[in-house]
């Protein structure tokens, strides 16, 4: 396995050993003991999520606010443009994010810690992505920046026309959340 750090602190590219031959692949995608000294802490996943997307599809940037959750995000069919974005004003990233495609020929993670907002949009005609998240969804703790926010101004891939949800559609940039949130 090797792992990658990225510009953004804690966020890293996880690329796994894949084996494979004529039968098809096989690859570990998560081992308890060697992922906890991978990233350097004791956290521990309580939840799993996948969700099943087409085309154009963009969900995000989503994170939680007083109960943030770190999330080790791969795609397992398919390929995603994959975003982690530093939204904490007090940080020297803030404002910043993490873009890298992951699919389903190298089987990359991406490791986003507690804190972080996450997204990512369909690039293939289909993609199913799975989540391993370290604290429980809460719906009345959801926090999300829009997706197109001028400060981030994030290099999303061409895909045509976006899809997003209406919740999404009317999330606010990050400059007012950071307001909102020293209020």
Known sequence: MKVLDTRLPGVLIIEPKVFGDERGFFV???QQERYSDMLGTDLSFVQDNFSRSQRGVLRGLHFQISKPQGKLVSCSRGQVFD????IDPDSETFG?????????K???QLWVPPGYAHGFCV???????K?????????TDEGGIIWNDETLS?????????????KDL???TLIEYAEGRQS
């Not at 989540?131 to 719906?139: A, F, N, Q, V």
């Open 28 to 30: 570990e995608t998560y």
């Open 106 to 108: 190298d089987h990359r």
């Open 123 to 129: 690039v293939s005609d289909t993609a199913d992505f």
């Open 83 to 86: 975003v982690a974005a530093d």
């Open 131 to 139: 989540y391993k998240c370290t604290d429980y969804y809460d719906p």
């Open 154 to 166: 994030i290099d999303w891939p061409e895909i045509g026309e976006r899809r997003l949800s209406g």
């Open 96 to 104: 910043q994010y993490v873009g890298v495609m992951l699919d389903d």
């Open 170 to 172: 009317k999330l606010p």
